[in-house]
């Protein structure tokens, strides 16, 4: 649980010695002992039971600081709460609501983004924005995963800036939009986000797919960018995006898992299956077939190599050490190819940057953009 218990249990040991000794050798060194569930596990299970019986509220705010200290993420403990009140009413999902708040405010953790509905010319999505003022920045995200993988560095990035993140078609939000679709309608969703804000120009960041999507509408519409982000990205299509997209129309969803992941991250972040992990692994087992091999296919169609060689704004190339999809020879030769690009590898990185390294993601990002 993250403290000495008798510190955490001092009123109840000077209250009476008894229950101290029943509840630190009876509960803690049994039931909570065993090993059939993890440490992670008693706590997602606690945190429900203590919010769904209700009048407990000092021991919830406990056990949701031992679920932070255990690798809960703080979207997981807003979610336990939303999941509460399907099976125990509002009421009680509510007051859940307000101590989780609470605990995560004294963690430092500040809230959610807020989220803007937009409409595009064919779909709807979800943008997410933190930060008030400054120059606006576009985040696009990876394929198969959403908006949410920008959350590790969002609120770094938000210091003195407009911080923007939305669900490409066919992902989150956006997820069953119409379909089959190009990287020419991609680029017009960008465009048609920048109007909806009421953004002119904005400094636009792409990670891998959503690299792609960056560079072929700052190729298309140079005039809308400030500054242009590519991240563990290509500039031309590879052959593996076809059988991806037919792989999952004959396997399904469930079969992307052990393929996407293990080119997503290193062995070390899959064994310790910390936040970005359980998130990424839960996007693509969510996915549409439908969506995730149209998306594939519109990433087949990328045809932007040597398209930024007169690009006038700034260009970060950022490319991860030991990202097996996007290698750092791949990305060395795309920024080669971009006569005003600063080429920048992180060390230990692989290809989902904000999701295992977002601290040195976010120092990348917070250089090269003005705030």
């Not at 997503?264 to 091999?293: I, M, Q, S």
Request: glycine letters at 10%.
């Amino acid at each position: 649980m993250g403290a000495d218990p008798e510190e955490t249990l001092r009123e109840v040991r000077l209250m009476s010695p008894h229950m101290y000794d029943a509840l630190v050798e009876g509960a803690f060194g049994g039931t909570l002992a065993r090993p059939e569930l993890g440490r992670a596990a008693r706590e997602t299970a606690t945190v429900a039971i203590l919010a769904a019986i209700g009048g407990a509220e000092a021991q919830l705010a406990t056990h949701a600081r031992a679920a932070l200290h255990n690798g809960i993420a703080p979207e997981e403990l807003r979610a336990l709460a939303q999941h509460v009140s399907l099976y125990s009413g509002f009421p009680r999902a509510l007051n859940a609501l307000t101590v989780i708040d609470e605990v995560l405010a004294e963690a430092g953790i500040p809230r959610p983004a807020v989220l803007h509905k937009v409409r595009l010319a064919d779909h709807d999505t979800v943008v997410a924005q933190r930060g008030e003022s400054g120059p606006p920045v576009v985040l696009l995200h990876g394929l198969g995963l959403d908006r949410r993988m920008w959350e590790p560095v969002m609120t770094r990035l938000s210091a003195g800036r407009r911080v923007y993140a939305y669900d490409i078609r066919g992902h989150g939000a956006a997820a069953g939009s119409p379909s089959p679709f190009t990287m020419a309608d991609t680029v017009r969703d960008l465009v048609g986000v920048l109007d909806a804000l009421g953004l002119d120009r904005a400094h636009v960041v792409g990670l891998s797919y959503g690299g792609g999507i960056a560079q072929a509408a700052a190729i298309a519409d140079p005039e809308r960018f400030a500054s242009l982000s590519l991240l563990a990205t290509t500039d031309f299509p590879f052959g593996a995006f076809e059988d991806r997209a037919r792989s999952a129309e004959a396997d399904g969803m469930r079969a992307q898992i052990v393929p996407s992941l293990t080119r997503w991250f290193t062995p070390a972040a899959l064994a310790t299956d910390e936040w970005g992990v359980r998130y990424a692994r839960e996007c693509v087992l969510r996915g549409d077939p439908a969506d995730w091999a149209a998306a594939w296919r519109s990433f087949k169609g990328l045809d932007v190599q040597g398209g930024l060689a007169g690009f006038e704004a700034p260009v970060l190339v950022l490319a991860g050490e030991l990202d097996a999809s996007t290698t750092p020879e791949i990305m060395a030769a795309l920024a080669g190819r971009i006569p005003s690009a600063i080429y920048q590898e992180l060390p230990g990185t692989p290809h989902m940057q904000t999701l295992e390294r977002p601290e040195l993601v976010a120092d990348a990002l917070d250089t090269f953009l003005p705030a």
